[in-house]
């Protein structure tokens, strides 16, 4: 069974510009959710989703985040125009269940740099 | 509202030595605790879970936790550590009433030394 993927693993933009972050979970997980480390400080949720809905978003940070899950699939979250606060490791994960304690299985993460 | 509290950011240990990493969680309503770890140049990896029962799980890679209700604590346990062990251990929590999210400590880096 393939793992939860993310593209890219690295991302180096400057002020102003926009990037896209994709993942795609594991095949059969409803449920997937994205996550962000600013460096040094704990990981921190963004957003949920249950197929192709946003169960909860109280963690996006502004309007500069756009989540978007097509067709219940792979997901995308773009940020722009990207500020120098937006850079850390941005994690997605996915699970079968919602609740229950269900493992949430995370990819390797992309790492955003902005200049 | 919940918050995790992992007081150590960094712990070296000698290779063999036993090790506990400590975890702290505060909570107005019951939770589910997880130890996470992160090896180099990957992604989080389960190593355990505590759901509900026996108040002492045992993961993967020799580790184990013990639940503390009256302390709130989820202590992380290894009774020999290998070079192998060294990565970034991450505590973190989910409430029981279908609010997925998980809330993470701010993770200890466990060393290994030779």
């Known amino acids: 069974e393939a793992g939860v993927t993310q593209f890219p693993s690295h991302s180096v933009i400057e002020k102003g510009q926009t990037v896209t972050l994709r993942c795609d979970p594991i095949?059969?997980?409803?449920?997937l959710y994205w996550y962000r480390r600013v460096m040094g400080k704990e990981i921190k949720f963004l957003l949920h989703f249950v197929k192709e809905s946003k169960q909860d978003e109280s963690g996006m940070p502004n309007n500069r985040f756009l989540a978007e899950r097509t067709g219940g699939t792979y997901s995308t979250l773009k940020v722009q125009p990207a500020e120098l606060e937006d850079s850390g490791v941005y994690f997605c994960?996915?699970?079968?269940?919602?609740?229950?304690?269900?493992?949430?299985?995370f990819g390797p993460g992309t790492r955003l740099t902005v200049l | 509202a919940q918050s995790v509290t992992q007081l150590d950011s960094q712990v070296p240990v000698f290779e063999e030595a036993p090790v506990e990493l400590r975890c702290n969680y505060s909570?107005?309503?019951?939770?589910?605790l997880f130890w996470y770890v992160q090896y180099p140049n990957q992604g989080l990896q389960l190593l355990l879970k505590y759901l509900s029962g026996s108040t002492l799980v045992k993961g993967i890679n020799g580790f184990e936790a013990e639940f503390n209700k009256s302390q709130t604590s989820f202590h992380l346990r290894k009774p020999s550590v290998h070079i192998s062990d060294t990565a970034e251990y991450f505590c973190a929590v989910s409430d029981y009433f279908g609010n997925e999210k998980l809330t993470f400590g701010t993770g200890t880096r466990l060393t290994i030394i030779p």
């Open positions: 909570s107005s309503v019951s939770v589910y």
């Open positions: 095949s059969g997980h409803d449920n």
């Open positions: 994960a996915s699970s079968r269940r919602a609740g229950g304690g269900d493992t949430q299985y």
